[in-house]
């Protein structure tokens, strides 16, 4: 892992909405590849510090480079990194007058410029991959939360992006539904997808996280890998935000 | 269905007195009166030609205008309260004679009748378009545009597939309202000569005198109108609402 380049580098990112500052002065290295990890109690800026790496906020100070893009600050160049990041979002965001299939077919036809039967045979392609290309026609809201949320993954993925973000991706999902997610992205994980992904789910987090990082009021408290961070976390902090999620 | 029981105690106590009225003027049985009811009957085919262009034009002005409305830079959003406000604030029959009196002598352009009276409805109506279509849009949540953007849609996709699909279902019953409200306003221009359903009938009136009978046939014509525009609003909310279910 260690000899494979960068694909995103934060240098003291800062962000402020109005008084309140989301992000203190952040670093951070995504190597390709790589997997990491982010919790922290809600607050602390992870879904700010990845929104920024998409352009859903533009930062303030500081720089961000993403594959080899350095964004500016400004919010109008989120051209430049199209397709290069795919984002799956807490609450789906799923078009919910289009079918699955349009769903997952109107970014390759209208970005990428792919004619229909191209979109929707790479459209089927991925949903099998999250296993669900029997919904293929149906519309969002006849699907559970949990297929929901796999046909906004397979909806990034036909994006062929070289990141993908994830946002809290099980947090708005029941509790039976969101082993079926956390498989899909640990299948994810394991070919290779550089993720990033917000997250309390622990388990999921040991199993696939190359890189934890621990974050509190906008600050990176602690990086590490995930045994390391788990068996000896090194701040107070982050050992007392760890004991209150596996105790809960 | 609620509207025909209303209707049908008004129908008997106006038969009732049928002493008082001259129904003779309309009666399809005569030949006066069945061309009288013809005569008014051609009236319609302005009414409706008249209503569904003013219509047309004003839905796609109002979406042009309450575009800008929804921008972050503070230059369009003055715009388009500057023409909500103005516009709004015109009388629809001032706008009628203004157009058609005012507007040849400040520009050389001069429209016929018909043509007046559309862009007067439809500058008219296409300020409240455009505050529904506004109101329509900011009711797409957030995540609907943060979806699209991770995407890459750039702003003419987002808006073209992703959110006026879904602020067209939602302000649809507001736009059958506009429809019916344009109808009625399409009587004012008679005023300027449009050979319409209100001008028929104040024609009818001055050669046949008899303006109860006459006007009450145009106020049925009216309401024949409006309620098959209603229900075909109702229809097509329930086929898009099925198509969603």
């Known amino acids: ?248 | 269905m609620k509207r025909v029981i209303v209707l049908l105690p008004l129908l008997l106590i106006l038969s009732g007195c049928s002493g008082n009225w001259g129904w003779y003027v309309v009666d399809p049985t005569t030949t006066n009166g069945a061309n009288n009811l013809h005569f008014m009957a051609t009236g319609a085919y302005n009414t409706i030609l008249m209503s569904l262009t003013a219509i047309i034009i004003s839905v796609i002005a109002g979406l042009l205008v309450a575009l800008p409305g929804l921008s972050e830079k503070k230059a369009w959003r003055a715009f388009n309260r500057t023409y909500v406000e103005i516009v709004r604030a015109v009388p629809i029959l001032v706008l009628i004679l203004w157009v058609y009196y005012g507007l040849p002598q400040l520009s050389g352009i001069t429209l016929n009748v018909f043509w007046a009276g559309v862009f007067a409805l439809a500058l008219s109506d296409s300020a409240f378009q455009a505050e529904i279509f506004r109101a329509g849009i900011q009711s797409i949540s957030k995540g609907q545009y943060e979806a699209a953007q991770s995407i890459s849609l750039n702003y003419r996709d987002t808006m073209r597939y992703v959110i006026l699909p879904q602020a067209i279902r939602r302000i649809l019953p507001a736009l059958g309202n506009q429809l019916v409200y344009m109808l009625k306003m399409s009587s004012l221009v008679s005023v300027i000569g449009m050979q319409e359903l209100t001008r028929k009938a104040n024609e009818l009136v001055v050669s046949e005198y008899r303006p109860l009978e006459i006007y009450t046939i145009l106020v049925l014509e009216y309401l024949v109108l409006i309620l098959i525009v209603s229900s075909g609003v109702r229809w097509l909310e329930r086929r898009m609402n099925s198509s969603e279910a």
């Open chain 1, 1 to 248: 892992m260690t000899d494979q380049p960068n694909l995103i580098e934060m240098r003291g990112v800062s962000k402020h909405f109005g008084d309140f500052q989301a992000l203190k002065d952040v670093s951070l290295d995504v190597k390709l590849g790589e997997r990491v990890v982010i919790c922290g109690p809600s607050g602390s800026g992870k879904s700010t510090l990845i929104r920024c790496i998409n352009r859903l906020e533009a930062h303030e100070a500081g720089e961000i480079v993403v594959d080899g893009v350095t964004l500016t600050q400004s919010q109008d160049s989120p051209d430049k990194i199209r397709g290069t990041v795919g984002m799956v979002f807490q609450q789906f965001n799923l078009f919910p007058h289009l079918t699955v299939l349009e769903n997952l077919t109107l970014g390759p036809r209208r970005v990428l410029g792919l004619s229909e039967d191209e979109a929707k045979a790479r459209a089927m392609l991925h949903l099998e991959r999250v296993q669900i290309p029997d919904q293929a026609d149906k519309l969002p809201r006849q699907l559970s939360g949990g297929q929901q949320q796999r046909v906004a993954i397979a909806r990034s993925l036909c994006m062929e992006p070289r990141i993908m973000l994830f946002d809290e991706p099980t947090s708005a999902l029941d509790p039976e539904m969101i082993a079926e997610v956390l498989d899909v992205m640990t299948e994810l994980a394991t070919s290779g997808m550089t993720m990033i992904v917000v997250t309390h789910e622990m388990g999921f987090a040991r199993r696939v996280a190359d890189k934890m990082v621990f974050m509190d009021k906008g600050e990176i408290v602690e990086v590490g890998t995930a045994e390391d961070v788990f068996t000896a976390p090194k701040s107070d902090r982050f050992a007392a935000f760890i004991k209150q999620i596996l105790n809960h």
